[in-house]
């Protein structure tokens, strides 16, 4: 066998894998020679080899050993390739790259030159591994441009959305420009729904007619919406006449969703990408670049909702807070100011930016006990309520006030510090003691004490019912003055009244010159029929001091008439929802009042019931029954006479 050699060099200078082979069997003389390939296909059609390539991966790797084999023209390989007639004898010499099968050289038996074949073989693996590793290393450079590209893209969209303080149609105007840019399309829109109605309109376009969008009512209750509020993930839409509110485009679409925590909140849509040879289809890279920039705006449109929410939130809650009576301090862990309300304002004198951070042991330097309080409840975390705590405000003037202090408890179980809610009881004092110049001191403490007593309705209940006239008031008014005869009545009744609450009693009205007292409402003792006939006793003593020394002024003398009764009476607030009197009425309080009718000047009538349940009996005695208006017998009575 004659040696025959291959010019190396001269095969590696040959383009395309046909042209090598040719080279190949006119060097060596050979008589048959073919490429198959079934691995690698990219790589082999990239080397010049379309034709050597097949698709049957199974026939190839039954036929091929790690080495080389000898067989006949009936081998499955021959399905593969077209053997040579005068050739009964083959042998097959197997391709790999990375231990992988990928192909295999086939030569005539005759021509077998082992070294030389396997030089060829070994050249052909390099360019495979050549072009595999150059392709590779392709993909990578434009995997890096188009991440290139995102990251250049999201610093541009970011720098826009950092820069707005509100996301406006101009903000998403820039955003979608950006967009559109860096994926080459010639249209775009962004959308974004309504959370109240539920419908998406239109917040930016380019190079699109707006009303061809805004005429349509958008919602994700079907179609494509809804596949993307399902998915939460990008589409290409191939079909895009089957979505109405796309616009007719030429190739195809982008969508992508702008997602919150709470489903969709709007998308971005992209239409017609653009090449040097026209519209293009958009591929898998764009949707990824473009889901990577919508899935930052849709964070920082999450942000500014956030935002927005907070503010809204801080809005109401110091709306609220500054309608509030009631004093708020909050006080953080460290004993600094943190927050007051307007009601702390006004109380204290403060102002909010002065005192906010300050330590509360220089705010309240000259309220030690309001110190002293935070320190037990720092040592005792739990919620204290303190009634008629003197404070003093910034000019020095005290205020009595209700205290709440209540520890803040963060999500540790750790004290974070203290809220103060302080109620100012110098309105409500004020109040109390206007209204004590006009209802009884008893009914108004009652009143305030009990939220039942403010109801329409009464009871009936047992009382001792009081009233005192002067005599002749009527003639002798006629011959004063009206000044003379209001400046009279005045000192008389504050005589009078003091007489009736020092002995318990509770005025329930004053009738012209008559007073109406009562004991035992709203509450009862076992001393009020005793402490009825005292106040009458103590109003005659009164009297007598009064009139020596108005008389002196030139005043008339006064006179006066007394009845007491005592029994079942109904007892309760008469009169409407609007206006209502709380007082007595029934047969025992027309008979008080028929008592005070019958008494002379000077003199105190009272019932048998008055008698027979008071202790004071001996100041007593009985006198002829009285005749009176409404009583079919005759009452039995009881004078004292002064």
Not at 607 to 634: C, H, I, M, T, Y
Request: proline share 2%; net charge negative; glycine share 6%.
């Amino acid at each position: 066998m004659v040696l025959k050699t291959i010019e190396t060099e001269s095969v590696e200078h040959i383009i395309g894998l046909e042209n090598k082979l040719k080279h190949l069997k006119r060097s060596l003389a050979l008589k048959f020679v073919a490429l198959i390939f079934v691995r690698m296909r990219t790589s082999v059609r990239q080397l010049g080899g379309g034709t050597f390539i097949s698709g049957d991966t199974s026939t190839l790797d039954h036929c091929c050993n790690v080495n080389h084999c000898n067989v006949s023209k009936e081998n499955k390989i021959f399905t593969l390739i077209e053997p040579s007639p005068e050739i009964v004898s083959y042998k097959i010499y197997p391709i790999f790259v990375d231990s992988r099968l990928i192909g295999a050289l086939v030569i005539d038996t005759e021509s077998d030159l082992p070294l030389q074949l396997r030089n060829f073989i070994s050249h052909i693996q390099c360019l495979l591994m050549k072009s595999r590793y150059e392709f590779q290393l392709k993909r990578k450079e434009i995997d890096f441009k188009y991440k290139l590209l995102e990251v250049e893209s999201l610093i541009d969209i970011l720098g826009t959305l950092n820069q707005a303080s509100e996301l406006n149609s101009e903000v998403y105007d820039k955003v979608l420009f950006s967009i559109t840019s860096v994926l080459n399309a010639s249209k775009g829109m962004i959308l974004l729904k309504d959370s109240g109605a539920g419908v998406f309109s239109l917040v930016s376009s380019f190079n699109i007619d707006d009303r061809d969008v805004s005429a349509r009512v958008i919602t994700d209750n079907r179609g494509t919406l809804k596949q993307l509020r399902e998915n939460r993930v990008g589409m290409i839409l191939t079909d895009c006449g089957k979505v109405p509110f796309i616009p007719p485009v030429a190739k195809n679409a982008l969508i992508c969703p702008l997602n919150d925590h709470y489903g969709l909140v709007g998308c971005v849509i992209l239409l017609d990408k653009e090449s040097r040879s026209g519209h293009v289809n958009f591929n898998t890279r764009d949707l990824r670049l473009c889901e990577s920039l919508s899935g930052k705006i849709s964070l920082v449109h999450n942000n500014f909702n956030l935002i927005s929410s907070l503010n809204n939130t801080n809005k109401l809650v110091e709306s609220i807070m500054s309608s509030v009576t009631t004093s708020i301090i909050k006080i953080n862990k460290f004993g600094e100011i943190e927050y007051v309300n307007q009601s702390t304002e006004r109380l204290f004198g403060f102002n909010q930016s002065a005192i906010k951070d300050q330590h509360l042991a220089v705010v309240f330097e000259n309220n030690s006990n309001l110190i002293e309080i935070c320190a037990q409840v720092e040592k005792d975390p739990q919620k204290h309520y303190l009634e008629d705590v003197l404070i003093s405000d910034a000019l020095g003037r005290s205020h009595k006030v209700n205290l709440t202090i209540s520890p803040v408890i963060d999500e540790s179980d750790d004290v974070d510090g203290f809220v103060f809610s302080i109620e100012d009881l110098s309105d409500l004092n004020k109040i109390k003691s206007t209204f004590k110049k006009y209802v009884s001191e008893n009914i108004v403490d009652e009143v305030l004490k009990n939220d039942t007593s403010l109801e329409l309705g009464g009871a009936q209940q047992k009382v001792c019912v009081l009233f005192c006239d002067i005599r002749g008031f009527t003639a002798m008014s006629e011959q004063m003055a009206p000044h003379e005869v209001v400046n009279l009545l005045n000192h008389y009744f504050e005589l009078m009244i003091d007489v009736v609450f020092r002995h318990g009693g509770t005025l329930d009205k004053i009738i012209g010159d008559e007073l109406m007292v009562l004991y035992g409402v709203p509450k009862s003792s076992e001393d009020d029929i005793d402490n009825s006939i005292k106040t009458a006793l103590g109003m005659f003593d009164a009297l007598e001091e009064f009139n020596k020394k108005f008389s002196s002024e030139g005043y008339p003398r006064l006179e006066v008439g007394i009845g007491i009764n005592y029994g079942a009476v109904v007892c309760g607030n008469i009169g409407s929802k609007r206006q209502m009197n709380f007082t007595v009425i029934g047969d025992e309080v027309n008979l008080a009042s028929r008592l005070c009718s019958n008494a002379s000047p000077g003199e105190l009538l009272i019932s048998k019931a008055v008698f027979e349940g008071s202790r004071l009996q001996s100041q007593f005695k009985a006198r002829s029954p009285l005749r009176v208006k409404g009583k079919k017998n005759q009452v039995e009575v009881w004078t004292s006479s002064i």
